[in-house]
């Protein structure tokens, strides 16, 4: 078994956009922006949200971190999101997610410009991204996606069971894995809460990506010899030995999967580490505006 190691790929990842943002300044390019909004203070988010600015930080990157109570209105939200839209100084706009229920995703997505979509997750983003079209890619999906391109797995013809459907991780990975690529051109079943026989079918998986939210989930007697793991889940559990009294997991019973298969991400250290690369590698794209990215 060998450790799909988010440490190491996401350090070389970043000194490549580290290098590319001096290139590209060096050139007269202006320092990439990227404004992130954070609603409410879901403890989960804050640590994500700070974490993109950190990075932000330590790759060059300009930030500005907007954050609000979580009783504004929807409608002073999108004005936030139009106001950022118009300011050229910024070049990418995340918003995290979950927002309050009051408040709906979709609409606030849908406000921001596409230049800036750094995220990936605005109906033209997703629209490109299945037809092929150059766009921003999903920040998770993308940082799998290198992933696997850095470790050289050749996925061509491999079956791939995806497990989740999320608009923002199960269903653009579905499209990611099967598109005419490598990494992808796989043959993609999408599992989800309704799927009869999960068991059986990952039995058949040469590649399981779970992105389920449900902590150990797939276990050993899941998961084919040889098999390839990519553990999205971030979960958190009680753990009475750790000073917090809590611990990540993923999706994945690690300690009785590694040992079968042929290749696993760890969580910690895995795929979240991936999703900064592919959120950061957007920014710095939209910085360079793309004009085929735009609108
Ligand atoms: P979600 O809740 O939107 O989707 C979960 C999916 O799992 C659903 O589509 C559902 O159909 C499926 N599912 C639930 N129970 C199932 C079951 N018993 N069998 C089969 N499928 C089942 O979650 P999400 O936003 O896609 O996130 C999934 C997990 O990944 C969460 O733990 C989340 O914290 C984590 N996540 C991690 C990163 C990262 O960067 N590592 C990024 C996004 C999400």
């Known amino acids: 078994m060998q450790l799909l190691d988010g440490v190491l790929v996401s350090a070389h990842i970043k000194e490549q956009i580290k290098q590319e943002v001096k290139d590209w ?3 007269g390019g202006k320092q990439p922006h990227l404004a992130a909004i954070l609603v409410g203070n879901n403890p989960a988010s804050e640590a994500y949200v700070g974490s993109k600015v950190k990075h932000c930080e ?3 990157f300009g930030s500005t971190l907007l954050r609000f109570e979580k009783d504004i209105t929807e409608a002073f939200l999108i004005s936030e999101v139009e106001r950022l839209n118009n300011d050229d100084t910024i070049d990418g706009i995340l918003v995290q997610l979950p927002l309050p229920d009051h408040i ?3 609409s606030v997505i849908n406000a921001i410009s ?3 979509d750094v995220d990936g997750f605005h109906p033209i ?6 037809l092929g079209q150059p766009t921003f890619l999903p920040a998770t999906p993308y940082g799998i996606m290198l992933m696997l391109e850095y470790y050289k797995i050749n996925t061509t013809g491999m079956h791939c069971v995806i497990i989740g ?29 309704k799927t009869k026989n999960l068991k059986e079918i990952t039995l058949t998986a040469d590649i399981i990506i779970a992105a389920i939210g449900r902590p150990k989930y797939v276990t050993a007697d899941m998961v084919k ?10 979960n958190r559990i009680d753990d009475a030995t750790k000073k917090s009294g809590s611990r990540l997991v993923g999706d994945v019973d690690f300690d009785s999967v590694a040992p079968l298969c042929s290749y696993i991400t760890p969580v910690p250290k895995g795929v979240g ?3 900064i690369c592919g959120l950061m590698k957007n920014t710095l794209l939209a910085a360079k505006k793309a004009k085929e990215l735009i609108g």
Request: glycine share 16%.
């Open 25 to 27: 300044q060096a050139g």
């Open 58 to 60: 330590e790759l060059g």
């Open 104 to 106: 709906s995703g979709d």
């Open 114 to 116: 596409p230049g800036k």
């Open 125 to 130: 983003s997703l629209g490109k991204m299945l």
């Open 165 to 193: 459907r999320s608009n923002i991780v199960g269903t653009p990975m579905t499209i990611l894995m099967s598109r005419a690529s490598n990494p992808g051109n796989a043959t993609v079943t999408m599992c989800h809460s």
């Open 225 to 234: 010899p040889g098999a390839i793991i990519i553990d999205v889940g971030i």
């Open 273 to 275: 580490l991936m999703t």
